[in-house]
């Protein structure tokens, strides 16, 4: 007992005492009184000592109002006489008074507490539960489930093992010592596997397993940070279903991705093979028309001959840019999904790239007004061109899809911009269309995300801005959009050398 646990203690005995004493004087001397009047109060005096503080306060006030008694309102009057049957009637009418009234106490105070307890656990139960639903699916999910067991129970530390991935992860205010977390590593596969529990009441640790229905999934271990503390059976079981279903539904939500991804990647992929036969087949069309052409006739003037052969050299032309586009779609795809973008830098002139893109999409322009300003001295770039033409044709593609048909297009390129710390040359497509509301803005980049005001209207697959995005920020730049109704731009700031990675010229 502590120094100021025990001055409360004493002023507790004292003001008994005390309490004994001022009804003594009140009876004895301002009320008349009679001897059952004040028994009565006496009476009530130790039951309210006694359902207020306890036990040891009720009997020193017991043992107090009997002496009181007998020496003032039992003759003889003045004299404390112990034989006297009425002594020991009083004495024993106040302890038995006593020492019920204080054990109803207890008792009524221990069940408020455990009332107290059981809803602080109700609540923390449920709090737990509303932070599964709130998990990222972002960071994993065991990782998350430990840190939130140690934020809302006041754990000193949380272990959570995994059995599914393998993976333990540990969170709290303390960690659990190196020495012995290789026990304690034994110990959570153990419950995992055999679902087997654990308790060392000396390290104030649980260990114990999670189970969906009867097969152990996964297992956790819980350290408290107070002496006392602990943790029932029932709010153990229940944090352990509560785990078991944040595991599970996280799994589900990895599968559904999966089929998803799946699904649409299939979709894609047949999707992509018939636009790209079709692609193909139209300068395959122009080119053997102008072949048939010259086969038929030999004869022919050399100016038609001339001109068949140019019509013949610029679908070839088109068609090798359509090839290197698939080829260079299949890289980026298979490299993206191995989380590995190779880059192959060479100096490129930043005009001349944005001059090559537009002359490969001169189909889709058609007569639009397309307007290149940019200033004489830019520096070259040490960027993949390939892939950069690629991106940027995702771009202009982007705006000239999504603008009115007569509406111009401006591709502007400069220098000065900083993109990581680094000195950058930044490439921004306006176009004039109706706009990107603010609420999409955030998800253009994502993979296969589509408006849905325009996803019904105008064709295409969600690739082309994340793609590009993906080739941005694989040479160490940011693509970002400014849109508003009436004008939309995107800016792709690339910096100007990588500090990392050289060029070859």
Request: glycine share 6%.
């Amino acid at each position: 007992m502590g120094k100021l646990q025990l001055a409360r203690y004493a002023m507790r005995l004292l003001l008994s005492v005390a309490g004994v004493a001022i009804v003594t004087a009140t009876a004895f001397y301002a009320i008349p009184h009679n001897p059952t009047t004040v028994g009565f109060a006496y009476l009530l005096l130790v039951l309210v000592i006694a359902s207020t503080w306890g036990l040891a306060e009720a009997t020193l006030a017991s043992l107090a109002a009997t002496l009181a008694f007998d020496t003032f309102f039992l003759p003889p009057i003045g004299r404390f006489t112990v034989a006297d049957p009425q002594n020991w009637v009083a004495l024993i009418s106040f302890l038995a008074t006593a020492l019920i009234t204080s054990r109803l106490s207890a008792r009524v105070k221990r069940q408020a507490l455990d009332a107290i307890d059981r809803q602080r656990d109700i609540e923390r139960l449920y709090t737990f539960s509303r932070g599964i639903l709130l998990i990222d699916p972002v960071e994993p999910v065991a990782k998350q489930l430990a840190r939130k067991l140690a934020e809302v129970f006041g754990l000193d530390a949380a272990v959570l093992f995994d059995r599914r991935t393998g993976e333990i992860h540990r969170a709290g205010p303390s960690d659990f010592q190196s020495a012995d977390f290789e026990a304690l590593e034994d110990q959570l596969r153990d419950a995992a596997t055999q679902g087997t529990s654990f308790f060392d009441p000396e390290r104030k640790r649980v260990v114990t397993a999670v189970r969906l229905g009867s097969e152990p999934i996964a297992s956790f271990a819980i350290a408290f940070a107070n002496p006392g503390a602990s943790m029932q059976d029932s709010v153990l079981q229940g944090v352990s279903n509560l785990i078991a279903i944040g595991l599970e539904r996280a799994r589900a939500q990895d599968l559904a991705h999966q089929v998803e991804a799946a699904r649409r990647s299939e979709q894609l992929r047949t999707t992509l093979i018939d636009a790209m036969a079709h692609e193909f087949k139209t300068p395959l069309t122009s080119i053997r028309a102008a072949t048939t052409s010259l086969l038929s006739s030999p004869d022919q003037p050399s100016e038609s001959r001339t001109e068949l052969l140019a019509v013949a050299d610029e679908e070839a032309q088109h068609l090798q840019a359509l090839i290197d586009d698939a080829v260079d779609m299949a890289r980026l795809e298979s490299e993206n999904n191995n989380q590995h973008l190779r880059i192959r830098r060479e100096l490129t002139d930043p005009r001349e790239l944005v001059e090559a893109v537009v002359a490969s999409l001169h189909t889709q322009i058609d007569n639009r007004p397309v307007d290149i300003r940019s200033p004489e001295d830019l520096p070259q770039l040490a960027l993949d061109r390939r892939l950069l033409k690629l991106a940027l044709k995702q771009v202009l593609d982007n705006a000239l899809k999504y603008s009115p048909p007569g509406s111009p297009v401006t591709v502007r390129v400069s220098n000065g911009a900083v993109s990581n710390g680094h000195q950058a040359i930044s490439f921004e497509i306006t176009d004039h269309g109706p706009g990107i509301p603010a609420q999409e803005q955030g998800r253009l980049f994502e993979r296969f995300y589509r408006s849905p005001s325009v996803k019904n209207q105008i064709p295409g697959f969600g690739l082309g801005l994340a793609i590009a995005n993906n080739i941005v920020q694989a040479h160490h730049g940011e693509l970002i959009v400014n849109s508003h109704p009436g004008e939309t731009t995107f800016r792709m700031t690339l910096p100007i050398a990588a500090a990392d990675e050289g060029a070859r010229p």
